[in-house]
């Protein structure tokens, strides 16, 4: 339920309960929110405040509010965007929960890696296979699985650089923070370091060859061993590949 604010940062902090109410579905879909000045006596804030974050959910697709109606929650699967990814994860809704989300999430880093991993063969230039190949010989020394994991991810953003795409740059930066946030849960569905380091050598070898139908089986058929530790971790919840 809401709980009071404090003074700083209020607008931000309204935002932020109020969209985790939303999205775990305390709020549902066409449902109005309570009045504005319900809303802020509830929140403990001024209602300049409270607009202020309202303006802020309506820029995130969660909300819309009209004149003489006040404001209803959208059905933000359909006017929201990639940037609640994260917050997704946090809890669920309609039935969904963080795990539906994290598989979900895994599922587009397969497909969208192994597109990626197809571009960059055709497009990569020597400096960025260079970087590519100093990441690899980062990941060979003796790291900790902390310290691998963040290799990889770290990898895999300058794969993603070496496609020569901005859309697709962007949308790796949500997808990290996705993952960055919720890294306990990634290192259980984390190959061994073995598996890592060799990897990394054989995406390096297709690119290099410029072969990207190699490239992306390759990408695929290891962040697709992810998708299966999470089946074996949560079991009855597996996707067709």
Do not use: C, W
Not at 43 to 71: C, H
Not at 214 to 236: C, D, I, S
């Amino acid at each position: 339920m809401l709980k009071p604010i404090g003074k700083q940062r209020v607008a931000e902090e309204i935002v932020q309960q109020l969209r985790s109410l939303i999205l775990r579905g305390h709020y549902a879909t066409g449902e109005k929110l309570p009045p504005e000045r319900k809303l802020a006596e509830d929140l403990g804030v001024n209602r300049a405040s409270l607009r202020e974050a309202i303006k802020a959910l309506e820029q995130m697709g969660l909300v819309k509010t009209r004149q003489g109606d006040g404001t209803r929650v959208l059905d933000f699967m359909q006017t929201a965007g990639v940037e609640l990814v994260s917050h997704l994860v946090a809890g669920g809704t309609d039935g969904t929960t963080g795990i539906d989300v994290l598989e979900d999430v895994l599922e587009f880093r397969r497909i969208f890696a192994r597109d990626i991993a197809q571009l960059a063969a055709d497009r990569a230039t020597p400096e960025q296979l260079a970087k590519l190949e100093d990441l690899a010989k980062r990941a060979e020394a003796d790291q900790s699985p902390d310290e691998l994991l963040k290799l990889d991810y770290e990898f895999y953003l300058e794969l993603t650089r070496a496609a020569h795409n901005r859309v697709f740059t962007l949308l790796i930066n949500t997808i990290r923070a996705a993952v960055q946030s919720h890294a306990a849960f990634f290192a259980q569905v984390s190959p061994p370091a073995g598996v890592i380091r060799k990897h990394h050598r054989d995406v390096i070898a297709a690119l290099r060859a410029r072969k990207p139908d190699e490239a992306a089986r390759v990408v695929n058929e290891y962040l697709l061993k992810a998708q299966e530790m999470v089946t074996a971790l949560f079991p009855g919840r597996a996707k067709s590949s």
